[in-house]
């Protein structure tokens, strides 16, 4: 099978979209840990862009995701309106580049470069937590408020739960029978708790990134958000979506070169501070603290279950997947304790 050859793509997809500048370079600055790759393309005669290239999934997904991104990044209201990186536009349509071989297809989007100021440190301060939670309770506003006008997603965290289901049913995930029990039954919880606190129909859905490690994100010297540029894990649900990885960045340890995905951080005393500014500017109701759970537990199925081979290099996939199985799920219900959350805020 012919391997791809992700120079040529970017060549033939900005051929496609303005043959009138020829590409000087084209540099790989992907972080290296998912499917997607990233490249700086520079130019003789104008500014550079970043062309993102993704060979995983459906091009119909893709191009539904990054859709909604642009209109997102096109329509947040100040002082988010330069949050996101926009994508390139011809002739008034989000322009992708859909490569066909006989043994592969890819896709490409292009972006403006965005501006970068600093990064969060590792370990935050309390200072530091109480601000996040202002700023992200601000930020998901401003995704509510324009939330009706983006275009509508064709899936759910309902509707890729009952595809991973319908995978293991048909026998084309791989997995020990035991796992595939273990998987199914995770499942039908999760839908059944969704179910419970009316997730399809009382909980407002806007558009979350899922994935906040600090190396995604730029800040302000004053701590408010400034740009962001990573969108792999992007999505339409529950603002709670968001907690998990905001938990982590909160986290008495601080951020990891050696990470696991234990669900211990969401009650962590610190990341309690963070929701209770949080709760301040943007309150939080008692269905979505209670879904805060299955936000996790959905992150676990999806993330690190069905897709992790696709977003991790494989060994720390293949450890991220054991771990799954042998702790992450097992501590769900022993580990997370909503009512402590639902104390301190009050609820």
Same mark, same amino acid.
Request: neutral net charge; charged residues 30%.
């Given at each position: ?36 790759? &990233? ?9 550079? #862009? ?12 893709? !191009? ?10 096109? =329509? ?38 965005? !501006? ?28 509510? =408020? ?7 997603? +064709? !899936? ?22 035991? =796992? ?38 730029? &800040?302000?010297?004053?701590?408010? @958000? ?13 603002? &709670?979506?968001?907690?998990?990885? @905001? ?8 951020? *990891?070169?050696? @990470? +696991? ?32 759970? $299955? ?8 993330? #690190? ?17 054991? $771990? ?9 219900? *022993? ?13």
């Amino acid at each position: 099978m012919e391997q791809l050859d992700n120079y040529h793509i970017i060549r033939q997809a900005w051929k496609e979209f303005d043959d009138r500048h020829e590409i000087k370079g084209i540099y790989d600055v992907s972080a290296h840990v998912s499917t997607n790759s &990233v490249y700086k393309v520079s130019f003789y005669d104008r500014q550079p #862009v970043f062309a993102k290239l993704s060979d995983y999934g459906r091009f119909e997904d893709f !191009k539904e995701d990054h859709i909604i991104i642009n209109n997102l990044a096109n =329509n947040l209201e100040i002082p988010y309106e330069t949050f996101l990186a926009q994508s390139l536009v011809k002739r008034n349509d989000l322009y992708i580049y859909r490569y066909f071989s006989q043994d592969h297809c890819a896709w490409v989007v292009f972006y403006n470069p965005i !501006k970068v100021k600093s990064k969060l440190p590792r370990r935050l301060e309390d200072k530091h937590v109480k601000k996040m939670g202002r700023e992200l309770a601000r930020f998901h506003k401003a995704c509510y =408020n324009i939330s009706a006008q983006l275009p509508i997603a +064709s !899936k759910s965290v309902v509707t890729d739960i009952h595809a991973l289901m319908k995978t293991i049913r048909k026998d084309k995930f791989c997995a020990s029978p035991e =796992n595939k029990d273990l998987i199914l039954e995770q499942c039908d919880i999760f839908l059944k708790n969704a179910d419970h606190y009316n997730y399809m129909t009382e909980i407002d859905i806007i558009p979350v990134f899922v994935d906040w490690n600090i190396g995604n994100f730029s &800040v302000t010297p004053d701590g408010k @958000f400034y740009s962001r540029w990573d969108y792999d894990w992007f999505r339409m649900s529950t603002r &709670v979506m968001d907690f998990y990885f @905001f938990s982590r960045v909160c986290s008495d340890i601080g951020d *990891r070169t050696v @990470f +696991s995905y234990v669900i211990d951080t969401l009650t962590e005393d610190r990341f309690i501070m963070f929701l209770k500014e949080y709760h301040k500017i943007y309150p939080l109701t008692e269905p979505e603290v209670r879904l805060i759970k $299955e936000c996790y537990r959905f992150f676990i199925l999806n993330y #690190v279950i069905k897709d992790g081979n696709y977003f991790f290099r494989s060994s720390y996939a293949r450890k991220l997947q054991k $771990e799954a199985y042998e702790a992450y799920i097992p501590a769900i219900n *022993r580990n997370f304790d909503a009512d402590k959350i639902l104390r301190a805020l009050k609820l």
